[in-house]
Structure formats: structure tokens, C-alpha cells
């Protein structure tokens, strides 16, 4: 790929004659096509690509998880788009992706760094990296979580603590209308904060919603038309505008979170952790006291791994929060049945963790909320880790996937219902939740840290 983008740098940058473009146009147009030709029979099936352009005429790049769902209802729930001169293949369905990332997550295991989150993340963290580096970096942010007793009794007051907050800033508007998003955004990542840094920051703290702006900026950015052409031709594109306020975000990110575990390291007290930093720079000191070679444990690895927690577990939340507001207003019907379980069930106290198992109706509502909502309509780029042969198709190591979430929850052989807010979905004839295995708002497998954060809050 990387010699036929030098070849396309070459063919727009020098003097070359149209006549002369035209002729090198038509020879590479040829090799494509018989390139295409030579694989069609092994390889999955799809829609025509035109050279260089691939499928993008046939994308909308504002929407491109519409115009995939739509083209695997022609073409398969195993098919190949190419984006530009990158070929992707697209998984649809229940089925497909649960038979894709759970029976074949080694094969469709790894992470396809994309030429942006590459140049943000440079692959260190949690989210975005490959290799020793990913597995040590998940294996000790996992059993963190756990050990702060995340989605149990132990993080309870924490959570209960920031609800306090919210519920103070919602009830100073006196009932007058107001944008949510600030306070939910910020109620979010305040517990994120409390887990990770050991403490919280008030809502106007200008650093605090600094880091709240700039991590939702970059995760809207990242999804723009622009950046997806610049994922498909960086050598071409690296000027867009996008690309460059993304990184100015997590450069000035970088700075405010080394800044924060600088001011951690200095109160730092042995054997006493606050939070997930102060969890990682005792082990890191560890590894060096004891002479451990080729420790994960850098500051690169710390600086990333913080900012990805705070990225994905707020947005994603948050997101989901103002969801169900929306549907709580649409449907005021629905909105009466969590009302009357949760007065029977809990009466006037706060809701507890332990209250869960006795609350299947709203556990249903809450489920249904991330199915229609749809926030991650494609999972992020996973790529083959070997060559895999998968539902009789011959798929090479180190090709693209698209997991297509949206074919998942919308999948009309899972869901009675799927196009409208149904909390049935998750209840048996008696009203007693049941989970599906076709609620994957966050994708499976593996790599799936999002399914983590997802069922930790």
C-alpha cells in the first residue's frame, strides 16, 4: 500500500503531462483489476472499486456504517470495501461478528492502528496499541479496576459522592431548560477522575474542562470525512485542518496529565494507593528497584493509559446519560414503570449496587437505551493477525475488519423490535431480566476494553 501511495505522491506532485498521468492511470487501472480478478475467487465478495477512489463514491463518509449496513444486505455479512486503495473487510450481522471476534478473536484479534490514532497515541495505552506493550498495559488496568472494586460496593460511594453534585447543579436551573451535556459530561468524568487520579475536580476547574473539551473534541474529529481520507491517504492529505487540531488536543493533553501524575508522584505513599496512578508508579518503581528488564511500565505507557480511560469511559457514558433522558421524555409511559419500580423497590433512599438484581425493569430499560442508541455504530478497525480462512472466504493476515455493530443491534432475526424503544427486549414472560447475546454496543473479544469500561459503570 505504502508504494502505491508513493506512487500516487509522485503522479500529483511532479510536472508530469496529462497525457502522461492518463497512461499511468489506465496501466495501474489494469493491474488493479486483474489484481482484483486473480483474488475474487477465494476472497469475500463486494461492490466494484474504481482505482485509487475504491468505493468511496458508493460511502457516505458522514455516515460510512449506514452505506456498509445497507451494502451487506447486497452483498453478505462477510464482504470487501476498498477505502481509497485500503481494502477493508466488513462484518454484519449477530452471527457473523460474534462467530468473528469470540470463536476467531486470536485471528481477528488485533487492533488496526489507523495513520491518526497512530500519530496521537504512538502506540502506547490501552486502547490503540498492539503487541507486549497492549497486553501488559490491559492486564494491569483490568485487575486495577477490579481491585478498586469497579461495578461493585466499593466504588459505590464514589459514584454516589458525583450524583450528589449532579444532582445539585441540574436542581440551581429551578426547572428552567438547559443544555445537559456539561453536567452529565462532567459528572462522568469525575468519576473516571476519582478512580484514576484518586480524587475529583469541581465542575468549573479551567483544566478539568479543559481535558473534558478537548477529549470530545478529538473523539468527534476523529470521525470526520476529513480524517477518514487522511486515514486512507496521509501522505497526500497530512495538511488537513482536522488532523492538526487533533493532535495540537493531545499534545496539550500530554502536558496537563503529566503535570497531574507529577503533582501524584510528589504525595506519593508507598503501599497505598489512590488511584490507578499511584497503582502504576509503585510498580514502576518496583520493576526498577528489582532490575526488571524491558518494563511496560514507562511514563509514555502511563500518560496514554490515563487518557484513554478518561476518553472512552466518559464519552461513552455520558453519551448513553443523555440518551436516556431523551427516551425518558419521548416515552412517558415508560418513564411511570422505572418511576413506580424504583419507589416499591427502593423508596426514598439512594440506589445501591446491591438494588440491581431487584430492579429488572429499569435493567431492561438501561440495556434497550445502548441497543437503540447505537453510540459505536462500527467497533473500532480490528485486523487479521494471520491468515484465517472464515465462513469460506480467505481473508490475509494483516487485512482491515469493520466490525459492523449497528448490523448487530438492529439484527431483525435477534430483536422483535428493533427499529423502536422496546425495554421487552431484555425481559422474560414473567418481567425477570434476560441478557442477550446479541447486546454488543461496544463490540467483544479481547480487545474490547469499552465492554469493560460498559459494565463497570
Same mark, same amino acid.
Given at each position: ?155 459505590? &460511594? ?40 484518586? &480524587? ?37 492529505? &497530512? ?41 502504576? $508508579? ?44 431523551? $427516551? ?107 441478557? &442477550?447475546?446479541?447486546? $454488543? ?17
Amino acid at each position: 500500500m505504502a508504494l502505491v501511495e508513493d506512487f500516487v505522491f509522485f503522479l500529483f506532485s511532479s510536472p508530469t503531462t496529462v497525457l502522461g498521468a492518463a497512461v499511468l492511470l489506465l496501466t495501474f487501472y489494469v493491474f488493479f483489476f486483474n489484481l482484483i480478478n486473480i483474488q475474487k475467487g477465494q476472497e469475500p465478495p463486494g461492490p466494484r472499486p474504481l482505482p485509487l477512489l475504491g468505493n468511496l463514491l458508493q460511502i457516505d463518509l458522514k455516515k460510512p456504517h449506514q452505506s456498509l449496513f445497507e451494502l451487506s444486505k447486497k452483498h453478505g455479512s462477510v464482504f470487501t470495501v476498498y477505502f481509497g486503495i485500503k481494502k477493508v473487510v466488513v462484518l454484519a450481522g449477530y452471527q457473523t461478528v460474534k462467530e468473528a471476534l469470540v470463536n476467531y478473536a486470536e485471528e481477528f484479534g488485533d487492533r488496526d492502528i489507523t495513520p491518526i490514532l497512530e500519530d496521537s497515541n504512538r502506540g502506547h495505552g490501552i486502547l490503540f496499541a498492539n503487541g507486549d506493550s497492549w497486553k501488559e498495559m490491559r492486564r494491569f488496568a483490568l485487575s486495577t479496576l477490579k481491585d478498586f472494586g469497579m461495578g461493585k460496593r466499593s466504588a459505590e &460511594s464514589k459514584i454516589l459522592d458525583e450524583c450528589d453534585h449532579l444532582v445539585e447543579v441540574l436542581e440551581n436551573h429551578q426547572g428552567k431548560p438547559f443544555d445537559t451535556t456539561p453536567p452529565l459530561t462532567h459528572a462522568t468524568a469525575n468519576i473516571i477522575s476519582s478512580i484514576v487520579y484518586g &480524587s475529583r475536580f469541581e465542575y468549573n476547574d479551567f483544566r478539568f474542562q479543559n481535558l473534558v473539551s478537548r477529549a470530545n473534541e478529538n473523539i468527534r474529529l476523529v470521525g470526520s470525512p476529513s480524517i477518514l481520507l487522511y486515514n486512507m491517504f496521509p501522505r497526500l492529505t &497530512s495538511w488537513v485542518k482536522n488532523r492538526h487540531q487533533i493532535l495540537r488536543n493531545a499534545q496539550l493533553t500530554i502536558s496537563d496529565v503529566k503535570d497531574l501524575v507529577k503533582q501524584l508522584r510528589e504525595t506519593l505513599i508507598p503501599h497505598s494507593c489512590r488511584g490507578l496512578v499511584d497503582c502504576f $508508579l509503585i510498580r514502576k518503581q518496583k520493576n526498577e528497584d528489582s532490575s526488571v528488564g524491558a518494563s511496560q511500565f514507562t511514563e509514555e505507557n502511563l500518560t496514554f493509559t490515563v487518557t484513554n480511560l478518561f476518553a472512552a469511559g466518559t464519552d461513552t457514558t455520558a453519551t448513553t446519560l443523555r440518551w436516556a433522558l431523551l $427516551l425518558m421524555a419521548k416515552y412517558p409511559e415508560i418513564q411511570d414503570k422505572v418511576q413506580e419500580e424504583l419507589s416499591r423497590v427502593v423508596g426514598n433512599r439512594q440506589v445501591r449496587v446491591d438494588d440491581r438484581k431487584n430492579l429488572p425493569y429499569i435493567d431492561a430499560v438501561i440495556h434497550e437505551t445502548q441497543r437503540l442508541a447505537n453510540i459505536v455504530p462500527m467497533s473500532l478497525p480490528h485486523k487479521t493477525s494471520r491468515d484465517v480462512t472464515f465462513q469460506g472466504f480467505f481473508i490475509k493476515k494483516d487485512t482491515s475488519v469493520f466490525p459492523l455493530l449497528t448490523s448487530v443491534l438492529y439484527d431483525e432475526s435477534k430483536w422483535e423490535s428493533p427499529h423502536t424503544f422496546n425495554p421487552s427486549h431484555f425481559l422474560d414472560a414473567e418481567g425477570k431480566f434476560i441478557a &442477550s447475546d446479541a447486546f $454488543l454496543p461496544f463490540s467483544a473479544g479481547k480487545s474490547t476494553f469499552g465492554l469493560v469500561l460498559k459494565d463497570h459503570f
